[in-house]
């Protein structure tokens, strides 16, 4: 009915796998960031179909992944599919752009697994199956971040006041980087964004898509040129180029494991930045506190803290099961 396998894959019902290979009819992605794309081709190859939102389906293929169109199910939040006397819907995952959770009826069994998400029951609806699996990337105690409710308002005006100082340069991993974006036209940053490679086609898969990102510029065309002329922008990086940073510009690099501290300086002009996707060990503890489910089945295949996660839970959380897949 359901497991977790070594390799990540999620396995929900009997036609369905998630976030990792096994042969089975359908492979479900929750979101394109890459341990969730694991063994992503041999499902294309394996699998009848690939299933996702249709933002996760643009984006794997912006970064490489070849679905045929036979083979890939777009399908948007709240719509159920019926499939070989089982259900399949996918809900909202606060985490990146088309991020979902996926809900399974199976043999009158609701399972679903919740994916990477924050903002239980914000941003990220709660559900209520009768088996919960869940994420435990910050499954520890000491996971806590204390200015979680602020980190976007702190971002937005450590960006703003750089700018005054002159250009800025914004390191993080795809998603990570369009949520950025996200956050300064919400909180009014009007400089221009400049961009280019895959940060440029995932952040055109997110416009196309209404997400409200506007005065993105290509660092190569003749606009984007005269703008960095004028030093008056944000530049987009994915965080692999952080170690090849110069001073030319104020550097920040986007990264969920500062915790206690919102932001820590590296050099001079350079800056790392808790800005995360992820819930904290509180909001974790929040959802499972909230589910009615009384399964509840957590991720040990992608973070090492699911122990910790289930030793609290069972002490804290009476009349809930706590299993943790794949078995320690």
């Known amino acids: 009915m359901f497991d977790i396998l070594d390799n990540g894959a999620i ?17 479900v992605i929750t979101h394109f960031h890459s341990d969730h794309l694991l063994e992503l081709d041999k499902s294309i190859k394996e699998c009848s179909s690939i299933i996702a939102t249709p933002i996760t389906l643009d984006a794997a293929s912006v970064l490489g992944y070849t679905i045929p169109k036979h083979k890939r199910i777009d399908l948007d939040y709240g719509i159920t599919l019926d499939v070989l ?9 606060d985490h990146i752009m088309g991020a979902s959770q996926v809900v399974v009826k199976s043999d009158n069994v609701e399972l679903a697994y919740t994916g990477d998400f924050k903002n239980p029951g914000k941003g990220t609806p709660i559900l209520n199956p009768d088996v919960l699996i869940i994420d435990a990337t910050y499954g520890s105690p000491a996971h806590k971040r204390p200015y979680k409710h602020e980190a976007e308002i702190l971002f937005s005006d450590y960006i ?32 221009p964004f400049i961009v280019a490679g895959k940060v440029k086609d995932l952040t055109n898969v ?17 606009e984007g040129k005269e703008i960095m002329k004028d030093g008056w922008y944000i530049s987009f990086k994915h965080a692999t180029e952080f170690k090849n940073r110069d001073n030319a510009a104020t550097n920040f690099l986007l990264d969920g494991w500062i915790i206690k501290d919102f932001i820590r300086r590296v050099d ?26 009384d399964i509840i089945v957590v991720d040990g295949s992608r973070s ?19 299993i943790i897949l794949p078995r320690l």
């Open 268 to 293: 001079q002009k350079s800056f790392i930045i808790g800005l995360s996707s992820h819930a904290d060990f509180q909001d974790t503890i929040y959802y499972i506190e909230n589910t009615t489910s």
């Open 85 to 93: 006397d089982e259900k399949i819907k996918l809900e909202k995952a």
């Open 160 to 191: 703003r006041d750089a700018l005054i100082q002159g250009p800025v340069r914004i390191f993080g991993y795809y998603g990570k980087l369009q949520e950025a974006m996200k956050i300064l036209r919400q909180y009014d940053v009007d400089a």
């Open 206 to 222: 997110a416009i196309k898509h209404g997400i409200k990102i506007n005065d993105v510029f290509d660092e190569k065309s003749k």
């Open 11 to 27: 396995l929900l019902g009997n036609n369905f796998t998630i976030d990792g290979h096994y042969r089975r009819l359908f492979r």
């Open 304 to 322: 090492k803290y699911a122990k910790d996660l289930v030793e609290y839970a069972r002490k804290n959380i009476p009349k809930k099961d706590f």
